[in-house]
């Protein structure tokens, strides 16, 4: 048996930007234009009572951005859509990172003010290492931005590969008239203000009543017949095959806050973004196999581990992208890392933080169970069958850390609170959590200082934990291995003290200055030092 007719009809894609390019709006929007959601919260104001559907976590209502990703599911024209809505702040990029692995596609947000922006551009690394097709949308056309053929070069240049417009602008700001649809051969006119999804539908125009169109456009309309006519001309035509190995990306133009645009971005996604695609699993003895999305074993692995998504509960969450098969209400799943056998009472598709219960999911789609611990980020999750037991996918990222704090309690009698609320956070990866090897304060790794005081406000909120961060003498650290046991013993006896064990029980050592990396190295040469590695103490990479 296979599941091919619903695999097809999965499409399973992350929005990436740079802050405030409109990422989290453009979210909202595609929700409202699918029907899953009625009315679209604004971001915009900290004290708004309506807030993003996506952004659940309260202090991501505070502050009024995104730091935690996440998970969406809608139907729209058949087509069942699981959308992931990422942090656009640089210093929640691990969790980026990690969301990236579960997706076939990305939907790249660009400020048409702004261009391609620094966060932006580390992302599209990412997907350019994966090989992940992106397709652009340029948001904020209705402000004063920058020349639109500029900005498909700026584009181009970053992702190192052409722009095929779909959609194209009739100038811009206060002169915004619309767009013109080039698979449509239709002008969609622009009106301003934040209309519902249900009122009358936009105004369009077939591009045959050209005199009409110059009639109300005057200039703007002649420019924008010129550069579409110099675009067919210079750039190459929409290639799925050429999409699909990220080798052009589709751009569409518009203003999300103005739910301008939307509709086409909507409409190809259902159209030429791609399908569930096979995964490669590494094997436990290391034979590769590729895994068909359609082969009849459930399989997926977790990318994510939320804890007190539903603070009265106290639970824990584990995000699962389906790999292959059919997960059905009820089923047993096995750990593949420990071999230990799950029986969740209670596995759920998402709404953002509305969950509902699942009787069946397919390849591409993300489900999630709640778990008491044993699960892991990276963790691969089967059906338990025969034919499941050397299955084991990786790359999932954890990157070594640059900023480093230790935590000092201000009630010593919360200590168990504490270490329960490390060990949960580190486990979902907001933060990374360092046990020094020769004991004493637990130290917390991270990408970047607002991590630290997430952890700190939901220490407090969640886990009811006052505790100061205090400054620590550690930049850096490296994961370590060696080629033999011996060597690694030798090498722990003699930097005890700088020595500390992550969250995964894998071993680490802590730099104290810029050179101490190279000096280390030189005086063991027979000792790997890793900057990356992957769940479960797989290191990948050296320096």
């Known amino acids: 048996m296979t599941y091919a007719t619903e695999t097809k009809r999965r499409r399973t894609f992350a929005i990436i930007s740079h802050p405030d390019a409109g990422k989290t709006t ?14 679209a919260g604004s971001v915009k104001a900290r004290k708004a009572t309506r807030h993003a559907t996506s952004d659940w976590m309260e202090i991501e209502k505070q502050r009024g951005i995104s730091v935690a990703s996440s998970v969406m599911q809608m139907l729209y024209r058949d087509s069942v859509i699981n959308l992931l809505d990422t942090p656009g702040h640089k210093d929640f990029s691990e969790d980026t990172y990690r969301v990236l692995t579960a997706v076939d596609s990305a939907l ?57 417009p ?5 100038g811009q700001g206060k002169q915004f008239g619309g767009i013109v649809d080039l698979r449509k051969q239709h002008m969609r006119l622009f009106k301003a203000g934040e209309a519902k ?16 169109l110059l009639k109300r456009f005057g200039h703007e309309f002649e420019l924008a017949e010129g550069n579409i006519e110099l675009l067919q001309g210079a750039a190459p035509a929409f290639d ?56 009849e074993g459930f399989s997926g692995v977790v990318f994510k581990v939320q804890a007190n998504m539903d603070p009265s509960h106290r639970d824990r969450i584990a995000f699962v992208r389906m790999c292959s098969g059919k997960y059905e209400s009820g089923m047993r799943l096995k750990v593949q890392r420990t071999a230990k056998e799950l029986r969740p009472t209670s596995v759920v598709t998402f709404m953002s933080q509305r969950r509902e219960a699942v009787e069946e999911a397919f390849a ?56 329960a609320g490390l060990i949960q ?18 130290l917390l790794g991270a990408i970047g200082q607002l991590q ?75 000792i790997k030092f890793h900057a990356l590695r992957e769940h479960a103490g797989l290191v990948l990479q050296q320096g």
Not at 166 to 170: E, R
Not at 257 to 266: A, H, I, K, P
Not at 379 to 406: C, M, N, S, V
Request: net charge negative.
């Open 108 to 164: 790249m947000v660009i400020d048409a003010a702004n261009g391609v922006e620094p966060q932006t551009k580390r992302l599209i690394e990412v997907c350019r290492q994966r090989n992940t097709p992106i397709m652009t949308f340029v948001n904020k056309m209705d402000r004063e931005g920058r020349d639109p053929i500029e900005l498909l070069d700026e584009i181009e240049q970053a992702l190192g590969m052409p722009c095929v």
């Open 240 to 295: 799925q095959e050429a999409f699909f190995a990220a080798q052009q990306t589709p751009v569409f133009f518009g203003s999300g806050v103005n739910n301008f645009g939307v509709q086409e971005v909507l409409d190809a996604l259902v159209d030429l973004a791609p399908q569930p695609r096979p995964r490669i699993s590494s094997g436990k003895s290391g034979n590769a196999v590729e895994v068909q999305p359609e082969d």
């Open 452 to 526: 630290f005081e997430v952890v700190q406000h939901r220490l407090k909120g969640e886990y009811g934990v006052e505790c100061r961060l205090m400054s620590s003498s550690y930049v850096g650290a490296r994961w370590v291995t060696a080629d033999t046991p011996e060597e690694l013993k030798v090498f722990t006896e003699k930097n005890a003290g700088k020595l500390a064990l992550d969250g995964a029980d894998t071993l680490a050592y802590l730099l104290t200055s810029p050179y101490d990396l190279r000096l280390t190295q030189e005086r063991h040469p027979n």
């Open 26 to 39: 453009l979210t909202e929007k595609l929700l409202l234009f699918s029907g899953a959601i009625h009315i």
């Open 197 to 212: 999804r249900d009122d009358e539908a936009d105004e369009t125009v077939a591009l045959t009543a050209r005199e009409e």
């Open 364 to 419: 591409g789609d993300i489900i999630g169970f709640t778990t008491h611990g044993g699960v892991q980020l990276g963790d691969t999750i089967t059906a338990g069958r025969a034919d499941q037991a050397d299955l084991q996918y990786t790359g999932l990222p954890f990157f070594a850390p640059e900023l480093f704090q230790t935590v000092e309690l201000a009630n010593p009698m919360k200590s168990k609170q504490l270490q």
């Open 166 to 170: 779909m959609t194209w602008p009739v």
């Open 425 to 442: 956070l580190g486990e979902e990866g907001a933060i990374q959590v360092f046990r020094p090897h020769m004991g004493g304060n637990m």
